[in-house]
């Protein structure tokens, strides 16, 4: 009895230190907190790092020369570049075993997760300044031992660059398909939970996402809605008309979901809120490529301390976010321009002046400069500054908001037309 009685306030106080992590808001100092409460071994599986975080780099290799034995495995080519030479030379150069995970096992090695002696880091952030200061990223820091231990055993299984049977896993794991000709197995969950996880939904679902382009996922999302399940999407407003996002989403908003977009921040999140009961957060994308041909991992997660951060910060995102907006059909008064943020449009104004801005001069169309054409002085001799003034233009560009305010950016004059 005494023993069961320790194993179950073990786990109940694992369960107590389950945490989300908000980036920016808690920036990176819980992830060296983390590293350094290392005793024993740090694993790490993560698909970019760049010398923006060799501060991260510099903690491992503290970590390895106090004696815990730390493994990297790393993707060899994140976008199609090598990873960092700097932050390899100091992993290197501390004895820390880095290895590239094998481009014959998968697409991209795109997981963003760690296990530090008994806790494990599931997240979207890659280590780079930008994740954990720009991005609008969530982590995962859990001491259930399930979690733990399963980690252990793929981690072990990529490094030695073998496959794993997942059907069954308890954790989201990317890819899924049926591995091995011989003895065949599902290799992964990751589309079947993620699915299931919509089909369950009977009142909401809110998706925070980077990335939005399977279309089972879009079916899926569907069949909520004709279900009668309110659907959300939010991404970041320089994703209104990208094809990775925007274009899905779009058709959604076409469907009867409601899309809104986030200013300020990159969207770089890959979380889905369902009932407002259960969320999942890790490094999928939902596409194709990332719940079938990546290796990724994510985590499925109850009501309690680190459901609620979750919530709450998605439904702030969410009511700081401008509603999508249709794409107008002529010129938008310049007044209207902010409507528009991400989107490509033509916006109609008098100009009232040219202000000199440093490295760029801007065609200001009302005292308070509510919203400006930019142009770039390396581009200046390029244009007819002068003729501008007093006169109405149109101008069309892509709209993006600089310190709050929305403006163009004009690098060609055959994207200004004077129209008298």
Same mark, same amino acid.
């Given at each position: 009895m005494k023993r069961v009685l320790a194993l179950l306030l073990f786990l109940a106080l694992a369960l107590a230190a389950?945490?989300?992590?908000?980036?920016?808001?808690? $920036?990176?100092?819980?992830?060296?907190?983390?590293?350094?409460s290392a005793e024993r071994e740090i694993? @790490?599986?993560?698909?970019?790092? +760049?010398?923006?975080? /060799?501060? /991260?780099?510099?903690e491992m290799a503290r970590a390895r #020369?106090?004696?815990?034995?730390?493994?990297?495995?790393?993707?060899?080519?994140?976008g199609g570049e090598g990873q960092d030479p700097q932050v390899l030379e100091v992993l290197k150069g501390a004895g820390i075993e880095v290895k590239f995970a094998s481009p014959l096992r998968f697409a991209n090695y795109h997981i963003k997760?760690?296990?530090?002696?008994?806790? /494990?880091?599931?997240?979207?952030?890659?280590? +780079?300044?930008?994740?954990?200061?720009?991005?609008?990223?969530?982590?995962?820091?859990t001491g259930r031992l399930d979690w733990v231990a399963e980690f252990k055993k793929v981690f072990e299984a990529d490094w030695q660059g073998r496959a794993l049977p997942l059907d069954d896993a308890k954790l989201v794991w990317s890819p899924e398909r049926v591995y091995s000709i011989f003895r065949p197995f599902w290799e992964g969950n990751a589309k079947r939970r993620i699915l299931g996880l919509i089909e369950s939904a009977e009142r909401d679902l809110f998706i925070e996402q980077n990335g939005l382009t399977d279309e089972d996922v879009y079916n899926a999302l569907l069949e909520a809605m004709d279900r009668g399940v309110r659907v959300r999407v939010l991404g970041s407003a320089s994703a209104r008309e990208s094809g990775y996002f925007g274009r899905m989403?779009?058709?959604?908003?076409?469907? $009867?979901?409601?899309?809104?977009?986030?200013?300020?921040?990159?969207?770089?999140?890959?979380?889905?809120?369902v009932d407002g009961k259960v969320a999942f957060l890790?490094?999928?994308?939902? +596409?194709?490529?990332?719940?079938?041909?990546?290796?990724? @991992?994510?985590?499925?997660? $109850?009501?309690?301390?680190?459901?609620?951060? @979750?919530?709450?910060?998605?439904?702030?995102?969410?009511?700081?976010?401008?509603p999508a907006a249709p794409r107008p059909s002529g010129a938008v008064p310049w007044h209207e321009a902010g409507r528009y943020l991400g989107q490509v449009i033509q916006v109609e104004g008098r100009v009232l002046g040219i202000k000199d801005a440093g490295g760029v001069y801007r065609l200001v169309f009302d005292p308070d400069e509510r919203f400006v054409v930019v142009i770039?002085?390396?581009?200046?001799?390029?244009?007819?500054?002068?003729?501008?003034?007093?006169?109405?233009?149109?101008? +069309?560009?892509?709209? #993006?908001?600089?310190?709050?305010?929305?403006?163009?950016?004009?690098?060609?004059?055959?994207?200004?037309e004077v129209v008298r």
């Open positions: 389950e945490r989300v992590y908000v980036a920016p808001d808690d $920036g990176v100092g819980y992830l060296k907190n983390l590293i350094r694993d @790490l599986a993560l698909y970019l790092w +760049t010398r923006g975080r /060799l501060d /991260l780099a510099e #020369r106090r004696g815990v034995r730390v493994r990297v495995i790393l993707d060899e080519r994140p997760a760690m296990r530090v002696d008994d806790r /494990l880091w599931i997240s979207s952030s890659n280590w +780079t300044r930008s994740s954990f200061e720009r991005n609008r990223e969530y982590s995962l820091v989403a779009a058709r959604l908003a076409e469907q $009867g979901a409601e899309v809104r977009y986030l200013e300020g921040l990159k969207v770089h999140a890959k979380a889905m809120l890790g490094s999928q994308n939902f +596409t194709a490529t990332a719940l079938t041909a990546n290796r990724e @991992l994510g985590a499925v997660i $109850g009501e309690g301390r680190a459901f609620s951060r @979750l919530k709450v910060t998605m439904e702030r995102d969410w009511a700081k976010a401008a770039p002085k390396s581009e200046a001799h390029r244009f007819p500054l002068k003729s501008y003034v007093g006169r109405v233009i149109r101008v +069309t560009g892509q709209v #993006r908001a600089f310190h709050g305010r929305p403006e163009i950016v004009a690098k060609s004059p055959k994207q200004i």
